[in-house]
Structure formats: structure tokens, C-alpha cells
């Protein structure tokens, strides 16, 4: 029997008011049932002929507004809508002040909501199509002289944002006036005593995990609806805590987790308050010249009179990524002061210039509101996972000699350092120390050392950073695999041009770098390096390896290059060509992925999301460290095909693999999809921007610890390793590799 | 392939095409949009199977490539369906192709039923369908819920599927 559900899931498929479960739960349930396939096939001819046969014999009055582009007809029936929305449009309108870069419909869209329900534009009872006396089109239409003209108003007004928790007696007014003429609902219980002659400056509009408002000493639990009155404070307390506050002039103060505020005020008209910690997304509706919104920290004061932005604050450091606007930042120090406009950043912090600066996203475009948004959740997510890490490393017992152990540690030193740990962190200097002690063994192990020696250091590491080409490049396979490999016997290299020294191995007592900052990832000065090392490959590999091994070390050679290690040529190419050699036929057009052997074949394994990620993202590796162009690879471009096609951001593709369940790697193809897409520089695949939907769906599955492990047999420690390598986009893009976005794929 | 037969053929596969374009871009005016792209590929541009038999997978495949490109250019508005659901529409497509007589029959049958309608039924399916006015819509002016008015929507199918039924059982004696 068919799913009961289906009909309904059909008819709100139509409207598009399916959630993305609820589709992705209809695209499984289609798959499995002959018979629900037929019923949508029956479903979508039922729709197709009544709109055509009705459409063909709508009533006379409408037929007499239809003209060749509908435009009287649209006229018209605009004008039955304004009637019908007259009066809550003007209402609407008049207590509503947009900031000019943020159209209305933007205004606020709850995650779940991101989709047609809300920015679909196509709920306007218009019908611009000529009729004709047959209701099937002709082969070639007419193309229309001009495309439909921007939506009509939608019935609803443009409303005031309102708590989504059900509607009680404390819930504000849907759209609430100026403070003078409406003031604010309260909460008596919550309220000092001496609240009620303090006036509601704000509502807290959502609450989600452990909130609290903050009177003088008391602490109360937050609510939505809530008032916020004079002098009193928010706390977030959680890696799940958000709470929204909403001015009456809608402007909006999101907060993310473990954020401390206080002393709201407002004085002579100007919304002040103090952040002690955490992070805070401000979208400000523009404020009077005279009386800017006013922010202070420890080591900051910032003011604004309209814009987007987010501010951060970690108690030693202060920062604001500016979406649009501008800022005013003053340092408290000196008094200094600097004005940062729509794209740029700051941050008061000790060892960090004062001074407006671009964002270094890989797209370098202006952080839209989602943007900043999505990055206030992933900064908290991340800062979460990372207490989740120390605190689970600090209890492990990690010694040199014990490999199995140490795997997780060295990802997880890995994920520290994209996130931002500083290297004066004493857990951080514990797994160091150890990671720098321990012989090269493993062929992830080294591969992960390289890519966080050279992120910490490129220079200082140099030395041990070339026993880790050593170690990868000796264990190459003959086929141009890797396998775990094997512990090498010293390293032999020299500098460029010199003569061959023996290993000068590195201290591992490590000057501490107290300049690095929470954020430091993405505009840390790298040094320059100063001398070129040559390694040569000193002996055979065993027969064959696997594309996970291989894929890792194809990373942890592009550190190493990076790091001023000069790689054998012949190295480079056998693995180039190794993988042009097991990468599948093409099945389905152009697209053709690897497995984790030899390639795919109908016998043997079929293509994955995870390798074809990874393979993809290491062809493009050599092609980079070869020095040639990656665009022009078949092999490549087949790869992103495959990954266009099977995108996914909820499993790890097994397209050829139905009712695959449980994969513990799914965590791992994340990561590699991340890989490559800053790799190849790619917003995209297939249409979907992969960063932000793998980004919200890791937010979604975030265990309330701040952990993430998805699947019974994954790994705590390396899941949440994982996840915040892709959150923090942890791969340095390509030097010169421009977005090919908007040319590919075809 | 000879013109006329890729024209014949076309004219033959265009409502099922219609209809599988509808399935996955709901809105009848970016349907006809995006026909009017694929028949200026089919019949202009492109060079078809020879194989008649996957004429019209061809043409849907075609039809999905012009509905990539309608989607990113769609994408600040609108989320495309994921690469798991276009590929359930497709099969179930590929299964209804060897039935594409008795659809058309199908299609008869209901253009007859249509007119057996209530008024208040007709009335519904034209806010919906010719109106484009989702349920949340249609209930607020009928004072009435999203979910009832879907109910309703599937009732007034479920007696249009059994009035086809019947016409076709009738033609069948």
C-alpha cells in the first residue's frame, strides 16, 4: 500500500511548502514504490490538464483583462489585492524603516523556512499566459515580447517579525509602535522591583537552549517575548543557545552561544550595551546621526548608524566583520579610532594591525546578512566542538608508541589548529610536543603533521616538515598509490642548488606565537620561505595502495611543497597518473568518479561521493604542484560532473549502492567535499552551495556537547575533527585558481 | 532522423513533457518557459537518438539541463530539488513511457470529468491551478485551514480519478 502521505507531500510539493526532509522523504519513499511513482506521474498529469482545460475556459470578466503580456490583467487584479491588503500594508509600511541594502523579504527567514514558503515570489494569483482553444502549446512558442514583471504584493502584508512560540498573553503586538506611543509588553515576574519605572527598550524575540536576562545580581530565565528593560543583561549559556532581541524599530541583535551582555540602555534615544563576550550579528535599521548605536567591549567601542554587521569579543580581543554599512571602531587603549565599511573587517587585539581590512572569504564578494549569520552559528559550533576536543584529549592517554591512538590526535590537532587554537594553548603544546617526538610513521599521521607543521610555521618547521616528504615520498607505491606505509631511516635532502646535509632535526620546544588570535586562520601572515629543499625518493614502495592513504598524502605533499620542499618529478606524476588511471567510465553522460581501489567497473566497486571528492581534489593538487592548468583535464572535470550529479550533503554518496545506511564516513566525504571545493574554487556543485548546506547541516546535527558523531561506530574525537575541517573551510585555496562557477558545469 | 519525424515525435512526447517539467518546476508559467527552451533545442539544435524509443528520455534529459540552468539562475529564491529526487522523477517517467496510450486516453477522460464537476469544485481547482493560490491563501478567504483545503484538493482528485476510471472501464466494454 502507498504511503498515506504521499498525496499531501504531493500537493505541497506543488506549492512549495515541503521542508527539505520532507522532499528528501519523498525521493526515498518514490524510490522504493512502483506504485507512488505511478501516483505522482497520474498526480502531475491531473495538475497539467486542469490548469489548461480551466485555464481555457476561465470566466469571460477575466478574459476581457487579458492582453498579449497580461499587464492589464496583472493591473487588475493588483488592484482586488491592494484592496484586500490596503490597509495592512499602510500600516506595516509606516512602522517599518528598511536599511537600503536589505529588501523586506530578507528581513528575517528562520533556517527551516529557507525556501520557497518564504522567498518564493510565486504565490501571486496571476495568470499572464494567453489562453488558447487548444490546451496543449504548440512546438515552437512565441517567445513572450517581455518576461513577467516583478511580483505583486503578496496578500500578506510585510509583517513585523514576531516569537514563533505560541501566542500568549506577554507576546508583543505584531507590529509594535514607536516606544513613545506603545510601549513594550513586561514581565512583572521577572522584573527587579523596581522595573516597572523603567521602560521595555527591546523584545527578546526567540529564546532557544539556556538563556538568561540579567537584573543586577539576579538571573532569571529568559523567554520569548520577553522585555528587555534599562540596565539589564543577556547570557547564552551552550553550544544550542540563541536568543534574538528586537528593537521597535526592528532593528536586531542576534546572539550565538556562550555570549555574555549587559547594560542595555538608552540614552537621549541612542541603544547602548556592553558585550563581555561571545558574538553578536546586528542588523541596524538606520539610527539618527546624532544618536548612533553604541557597543562597548573591553578593548573596544564601536558605533553605527545603519548596516549589518558582527561583532566578536573573547575577552582579549575585539572584532567586527562588516556585511554592509560602516562601523566606527575605537580602540580603548589609545583612542584610536577607524571606520570600516561593507566588506572589510577589524579587530582590536594584541599583535594585529588596527586597520580596516578585506574579508578573506574565498569568494571576496560583501557577506550577505545570511552570510554573517550562518557564520555567527558556525563560530559557536566550532568554538564548541574545539571544548569537546581539549576535553577529550586531556583524558586520553597519548603516547608515540601507540599509532591507533594517535590517529585521531594528529586530525584533531589538525581541526584545532584551523580553528583557531592558539599554540600558547597547553593542550595544544601537550599534543605538539608529542606529534614532534614520535617517529613518522602512518602514511595520514605524517600526511596531517605536514599540513600543521606548515600552517603553524613553514619556516621554523622546515626541517621536520622535509622528513615528512621523505617518509611520503619513499612510501610511494609503484603503481603511484600510497599505502599506511612503512618508518623510513633518516631523510636526506639539500637545499637547492647546495650540497646534501644530514637531517637537522627541530626543536620541539616551540617559542610560543601569542599573536595568534581565536581567528587567526584566515589572515595569518604566513613567512616567507627562505630556502628550498630538494628530497629524492631513495627506494620502491610496496605494488599497491588505497585512494584514502593516497588522497591524504596528496595533501600532505601539497603542504609540503608549500613549505619550500622541492618533490621529485617523477613522484608527482606517477601518482597524477595513477589517478587518471582508476578513475571510472563515464556511465551517465560525463561524469565518472573513483572508488577505493582500482577503478570503478560494473565487477568490481562502484564510484563514491568521498573518493570521487577526494580524487577530483588530489588530481587538481598535482596538477598545481606540476605547475599545469587542472581545467583542461578530462579526468578532473569528469570528477566534478560525477559530484554535480550525486551531490549530497546528508550522506556520503553511494549512488550505485541503494539502502547504504549508516556510513561512518560519511563525516570523511565531507571533508574531502570541502577539499574540493576550495580547491577548484567552486561555490557550487550541481547547484548547490556546498559550504552553506554542509555547514546548516552540521549545525542541525550538532549533539547538544558541542560533539558531533553521527553514527553509532564513529569516532567522537575524529567526527567532531571532521566537522569543524569543513566548517572553518580548512583548505587554503590554490594560488591563481579563479572561480570557474559560472562556467561550470554546463 | 528526418525534421518532420523529430517534429512528430515531439508533438506526440509534449504533454507528457509538460507535465514532466511541471513535476519538478510546479509554476505553469516557468514551465512553458522552460518547453518553449527545450523545443527550440529539440527541434533546432540538438541532433536526437537514434533510437526512437529514447526520444522521450532524451527530451527529458534535455528538459533537466534547461532546468540546471533555470535554477541557478534561481538560486537566492529557490532551493532545487536535491539530485536524489530528480532522478525518483525521472524513473518514474521512464516507467510511464511504455504507457504513454493509456495516459493519453487518461487525458481524454479527465478533460470529460472536468465538466461533471460542482461549481464549488471547479471553483477550488481554478483558485489552485489557474490562480496559483496556495492553500494558506485559499483558507484565509474561506475561513477555513491549509490542511482542510488540501483535503478538500485531494477529494475533488479522488473523484476525479474514479470518474476516469469509470470512463475508461465504459470505453473498455
Redesign the interface.
Known sequence: MTDPRL??WL???????LT?SE??Q???L??ED?QA??E????????????Q???ST?APVESAFRTRNGFWRRLAVAGLAAAFVGAVLVIALRSRKEPAEFPAASRRVEPEQ???SV???????????EPGPE???S???P?EPER?APPLPE?PAPEVPKAPNPPGPAQPEPRPEPRESKPMPSEPKSSPPSAPTVSVLATLERVSGTVFVLSGAERSAAKAAQGIRAGQGLETQGSSAEAVVVYSDLTRLNFGADAALGDFSDIAGGKRLTLGRGMMAVDLATQPEAKPFLVKTAQAELRSVGGYFVLSCDGESTRVDVGSGKVRLMRVQDGRSVEISGGQFAQVASGFEFSPRPLLRADKKKKSKKDLELEVKVTSAVRCGLCVLEEALGDMPVTPSDPGVALPVDLALWAMECGGVPETDPGFQKLLANMLAAELRLTYKVALQALVLEDLDRVKYQNRIAQCAQFLVDNQCRNGQWSYGEPVLGADFAPVGGKVRKENPVSTAATPDSSRGPDSRERKERPKVVQKLAVQKRREGPPRGDNSNSQYAALGLRACSDAGIVLPLDVLKRAQAWWREAQGASKKGDAAGWSYGEAPSPLGRSAYGSMTAGGAGSLVLYHYLLGEPWMRDDAVLKGLDWMA????VSENPYPDEAGRKNDPSHFYYLYALERLGLLCGME?F????WYAEGANYLLKVQKPDGSWAPQPDSSRVIDTSLAILFLRRATRPLIDVASVDKTYPK | MAKEEVVRLFMKHQRMLREFILTLIPDPNDADDILQEVSVIVLAKSEPPRDLQKFPEWCRGVARNVMLHHWRRQKKTFSPPSARFLESVEIAYQEGDALEEEMSLRRKALHECLKTLPEASRALLELRYVQRAPSQEIARTQGSSPAGVRMTLMRIRQSLNSCIQGRLAGESR
Not at chain 1, 522567498?119 to 499566459?129: A, D, W
Open positions: 498525496r499531501e500537493l505541497r510539493w506543488e506549492e512549495g511548502d527539505p522532499l528528501e519523498l525521493a526515498g518514490l524510490r512502483p511513482r505511478r505522482l506521474r497520474l498526480h502531475s498529469m491531473i495538475s497539467s490538464e486542469i490548469e482545460a480551466l485555464h476561465a529557507v525556501g520557497r522567498e518564493n515570489p510565486k504565490k501571486v494569483s496571476i495568470v499572464r499566459r490546451p496543449a502549446p512546438p515552437v512558442l517567445k513577467l496578500t550529479r550525486h551531490f549530497t557550487t550541481g547547484g548547490h552551495e
